[in-house]
């Protein structure tokens, strides 16, 4: 069974229009439960890190409630990428290229950027007394350097995937907005 999905923005115009195969809807599902498991989780850490009063709990808190939100937004962003299919005009498929350069430029400078973070931290964590900081450092530099990583895999993944990821059965089959 194939799903047809029509997206509409804000401002009511229908963006594109998607087909969904079994194993996508069944994915979508999935992902579905998840965010909702990951709304509810973040509501809670939201209301314990505002209810906290000492700063290393309030600090917990935060970067749980951070990475939860972050989280949320990844599955729902995924959701839209297998609902949405790019309007294909080949003024789209350009602005969907040069959004590509840009995007391994920000990295690249964001690579050299989270070096940098690590080296810090490395200070930081030769010099801090607090076991509390010093758990949090460390996990900060853990994070710098598997972001780092994960920049550069970003990078390879983007240069080597197709513009579109979705076809539509006919050319009708993709609404393009039109042009200011």
């Given at each position: 069974?194939l799903?047809?999905?029509?997206?509409?923005?804000?401002?009511?115009?229908?963006?594109?229009?998607?087909t969904?195969?079994?194993?996508?809807?069944k994915?979508?599902?999935?992902?579905?439960?998840?965010?909702?498991?990951?709304?509810?989780?973040?509501?809670?850490?939201?209301?314990?890190?505002?209810?906290?009063?000492?700063?290393?709990?309030?600090?917990?808190?935060?970067e749980?409630?951070?990475d939860?939100?972050k989280?949320?937004?990844?599955?729902?962003?995924?959701?839209?990428?297998?609902?949405?299919?790019?309007?294909?005009?080949?003024?789209?498929?350009v602005?969907?290229?040069?959004?590509?350069?840009?995007?391994?430029?920000?990295?690249?400078?964001?690579m050299?950027k989270?070096?940098e973070?690590?080296?810090?931290?490395?200070?930081?964590?030769?010099?801090?007394?607090?076991?509390?900081a010093?758990m949090?450092?460390?996990?900060m530099?853990?994070?710098?350097?598997?972001?780092?990583?994960?920049?550069?895999?970003?990078?390879k993944?983007?240069?080597?995937?197709?513009?579109?990821t979705?076809?539509?059965?006919?050319?009708?089959?993709i609404?393009?907005?039109p042009?200011?």
């Amino acid at each position: 069974m194939l799903i047809h999905f029509i997206i509409v923005n804000s401002e009511g115009l229908h963006m594109s229009v998607a087909t969904i195969s079994p194993t996508d809807e069944k994915l979508i599902e999935i992902l579905e439960k998840q965010i909702e498991v990951e709304e509810k989780t973040l509501k809670e850490l939201s209301e314990a890190e505002d209810a906290a009063s000492e700063p290393a709990v309030r600090l917990i808190l935060m970067e749980l409630r951070l990475d939860t939100w972050k989280h949320k937004h990844l599955l729902e962003g995924i959701v839209e990428i297998l609902t949405t299919t790019p309007c294909d005009t080949w003024s789209a498929k350009v602005q969907r290229y040069i959004d590509r350069v840009k995007l391994e430029r920000t990295l690249q400078k964001v690579m050299a950027k989270e070096s940098e973070m690590v080296d810090y931290l490395s200070q930081a964590l030769e010099n801090v007394q607090d076991p509390i900081a010093a758990m949090i450092f460390g996990h900060m530099k853990h994070d710098e350097e598997r972001h780092g990583r994960d920049l550069a895999d970003v990078i390879k993944l983007i240069r080597t995937a197709p513009l579109q990821t979705k076809k539509g059965e006919k050319g009708t089959d993709i609404y393009c907005p039109p042009e200011d």
